[in-house]
C-alpha cells in the first residue's frame, strides 16, 4: 500500500484558527527467536516536545514491535526533539476495538490494525482476507503493494483516517486446536473456535461447519485456556510469541487466510506534524515493515521445530475440501456481492477465479 507522504492530500496544513491486563511479556522462543533480536535496536530515550502514542496488539517480543520501537525510537534526534512517537504493544492500550474507536477520537495518534478488525469499520479492508485466497506470498505482495492494497488505502482514507507507510506483514493463519486433529472440512464440524472480531471471519467458519465466536486478541489465552473456546487461528509468530502452544495441542497448517496490518493515524494528529515530519514518519514505517515482513516469512517456516519441542503437533489438511465446501455454501459468492464487482476484479486480478 502507498505511503501518505507530504503530497498526500491530507497532509495539507489546514488555516490558522483563532480488563484484564495484557498478556505477559514473552520469551524468545529457541534460537531462530533469539537470533531475529540481535539486529534491532533499543528505543531512544530522548525526550520530544511532541510525544504521540502508537498502540497494538502485538505481543512484546513480536518482531514488528521491536522493529518499529527502533524506527519510531530514532524520531526525536531525527527531528530535533519535536516528534517522539512511543511503542504501546501487547494490547495495553485496550483491544483492538478500543484502539480503534481511541484513534478515531484522537485519543491515540497511531494504532496498527489487523485488516479484519478494520473491517469492522471500514469493510472494504476484509477483502484481504477473503479464505483461501492468496496462495502464498507471490501473489500477496503484488496485491497489497499493487492495485488491491490502492483500493483499501482509498477506502480507508475516505473515513477520516490516514494510512501510513505499506501493509505490515502478519503472515497465513492457521488452525490450532485443544484435542481435535484435523484433515478434512468435515473434522471442524461444531468446533468451538474464537476468531476476531470480523464479520468475514465468522461467516468463513460459519460456512465451513464450526461454530465461531468473536473476540479481542488479549482476551483469547485466558478462553482457551479456561476451555471457552477450543481452537483458534492465527499466525506460527503469534502462535508462538503470544504462548498459545501452551493452551493448544495442534496446528493444522490451513493457511486459510492472510492477514495483514495497517498503520494508521489519527487525520487531526497528522496534519499537525510538519511536511518534513510526516515524510520522516512514513520513512520510519517503511524502515520497520519492509524486514519485518522478511522477519515473518522466515519465522513462519522455521518455527515448526520450536514448536513441535514445545508439544504441538503439526497435521497437514486436504485444503481442497475446505475451499470445495465455501464454493458449495456460496460464501464467494456472497463475499464478491458485498465487496462489489471492482474490488473483487482487483483480488481474482492476483489470485485467479475464486467462485
Known sequence: MTASGANHPANRRPPSRPKRPGLPRRRALGLALGALAAPFLRPSRARAARRYKFGSDWPTEFPATKRFQAAFGALPEKTGGALGIEVYPNSVLGGDTEMLAELRSGALEFYAAPTGSLSTFVPASGIVNVGFAFKDYSEVWPALDGSLGAYVQEQVEKTGLIVVGPAIDNGFRQLTTHNRPVQRVEDVAGLKIRVPVSPLHVSLWRALGAAPGSMNFNEVYSALESGVYDAEENALPIVAFARLYEVQNYCIRTSHMYEAYLLLANREAWQRLSPAERDLVVEAARTATLPEREDIAA?????????????????????????????????????????????????????????
Open 299 to 355: 519465522l513462519s517456516v522455521s518455527l515448526e521445530g520450536g514448536l513441535t519441542a514445545k508439544g504441538m503437533r503439526f497435521l497437514t489438511p486436504d485444503r481442497e475440501s475446505f475451499r470445495r465446501r465455501l464454493r458449495e455454501a456460496g460464501f464467494y459468492r456472497y463475499w464478491r456481492d458485498r465487496f462489489g464487482a471492482a474490488a473483487w476484479s482487483l483480488l481474482e486480478e492476483h489470485v485467479g477465479p475464486l467462485s
